[in-house]
């Protein structure tokens, strides 16, 4: 009981006696118990929202239990309710359970029991509140925005794909959603509750991806200090996404297609190979046809990973989606860091529309997120998003497209640095690229820290 030892916990019981007993047990455990004479009593402590659980009593004056019960569901959803009774019948257990009831006792109650239950109780609805947080969690940070027609296509094409067992290709330029649309896939399948992996095959050294993909047995090479299952195995049940697909090696190609026709994987070192049960959703910013004319990638796997393709269109495309996308990304970024802004004037906005985005969606929600760091009023002016653009003022002279884009660049990157206290893995993920990148983007551009 020491884990979940905390709250208030109801005890609806018209036995006076009985009811200070159970409440001196529970105190005695750390828990606040408050008590209820009749079921009408039970009715309006359940409505003030405050309860870790609920003991009730079912035959009780007033509403009786399963009265309790009834009203209990719409009055607080989620709440273990633990029935107690003294008449115990078969039928009267199954009407309890059926009305939502977390456990049967009987009286007189085993203390040793009961403290059981409630614990048991606890446990469920710690783990439920945090099964629903993650859930809520993930679809904030997988949700898909835009309203053009091309995105409807987008989002048509996700839910006719997603309930089958094909493998996808997403294609679309760096920034466009790639990963957004494959974990879309993933959470509208029958594979939801399973594990969904993520291996970008541009980040990982080629000497190691084989490694990364079927796993190796210890000793297998130097390095290999233990086992390791692989990003097929661990994904077995549920998705991998291979990002980048384009950039795996033909070695690594081959070894890739044997696996999905065969549907095993054998690890580096191992012996033999192991059965895998895995959806593959694969991306990339190639032009994979061209790749297979240039003999870089092959033919035959991409027949295997691209039975459906999903093809983004760049945000210069899509334009309308823009105010939509800054909105979404302000909120996001004003309750990530306590800011309080109206939002874009309408200047602003016009300028957002106006700028190709070469990065995309993910340039834009950097762009955002750097502007509300640095915004000084209430709302984001066009002079301020101008300055953060790099875009100077007539009068000084249009700088030449590589020295402003440069400019743009180095300032940019300083300011995601220095949001996020020159943390190199957080800034990386924020700007989109890999920590080795942004290391050699420092280099080259000449970013200081402040």
């Not at 009749?38 to 359940?46: C, H, V, Y």
């Not at 199954?94 to 939502?100: I, K, N």
């Not at 980040?203 to 390791?228: D, M, Q």
């Not at 990530?336 to 990065?359: H, K």
């Amino acid at each position: 009981m020491k884990r979940y030892s905390h709250g208030r916990i109801l005890i609806a019981e018209d036995d006076s006696a009985f009811a200070a007993q159970l409440a001196s047990v529970l105190e005695g455990e750390g828990f606040e118990a408050i008590q209820a004479k009749d079921g009408n009593e039970a009715i309006k402590r359940l409505s003030l929202g405050d309860l870790e659980i609920a003991l009730i009593d079912l035959s009780m004056p007033g509403l009786d239990g399963m009265q309790v019960l009834e009203r209990a569901a719409s009055l607080a959803p989620g709440l273990p309710l633990v029935v107690i009774t003294g008449n115990a019948t078969i039928d009267r257990a199954v009407q309890a359970t059926r009305l939502g009831a977390f456990d049967f006792l009987e009286k007189p109650v085993n203390l040793d029991r009961l403290l059981l239950t409630v614990e048991r109780a606890l446990e469920w609805r710690h783990l439920e509140q945090k099964t629903n947080w993650m859930g809520a969690e993930i679809m904030n940070r997988y949700q898909m925005v835009g309203t053009s027609t091309a995105m409807q296509s987008v989002y048509a094409r996700i839910e006719r794909v997603a309930p089958t067992e094909s493998t996808v290709l997403i294609t679309g330029e760096t920034g466009t959603g790639k990963e957004l649309v494959a974990m879309a896939i993933h959470l509208r399948s029958k594979r939801s509750a399973g594990p969904f992996m993520r291996v970008n095959c541009a980040a990982i050294p080629e000497t190691l991806i084989e490694s990364e993909l079927f796993g190796h047995r210890k000793g297998a090479f130097t390095g290999a200090i233990e086992n390791y299952d692989g990003k097929f195995r661990l994904a077995d049940g549920g998705t991998l996404f291979l990002d980048e697909i384009g950039d795996l090696s033909l070695p690594a190609q081959a070894k890739l297609l044997r696996v999905l026709q065969s549907h095993e994987v054998e690890a580096v070192g191992g012996s033999r190979p192991l059965p895998i049960d895995v959806r593959i959703i694969a991306a990339t910013n190639r032009t994979l046809t061209e790749q297979i004319a240039r003999g870089l990638f092959r033919e035959d796997l991409y027949y295997r990973v691209c039975v459906v393709d999903i093809q983004l269109p760049p945000l210069r495309e899509r334009r309308e989606d823009i105010p939509e996308l800054s909105a979404f990304f302000l909120r996001q970024f004003c309750e990530r860091y306590n800011r309080r802004l109206s939002g874009l004037s309408p200047a602003a906005l016009r300028l957002l529309m106006n700028f190709d985005w070469p990065g995309n969606v993910r340039q834009l929600r950097s762009f955002i997120e750097r502007a509300v760091v640095l915004a000084a009023g209430d709302t984001l002016s066009e002079a301020e998003l101008k300055q953060m653009m790099g875009i100077p003022d007539r009068e000084k002279g249009i700088l030449p497209l590589k020295e402003a884009r440069e400019r743009f660049e180095r300032e940019y990157i300083a300011q995601i640095l220095q949001a996020h206290e020159w943390k190199m893995d957080a800034s990386a993920a924020v700007l989109g690229i890999d920590r080795t990148n942004l290391y050699k983007k420092i280099q080259k551009l000449g970013v200081r820290r402040r």
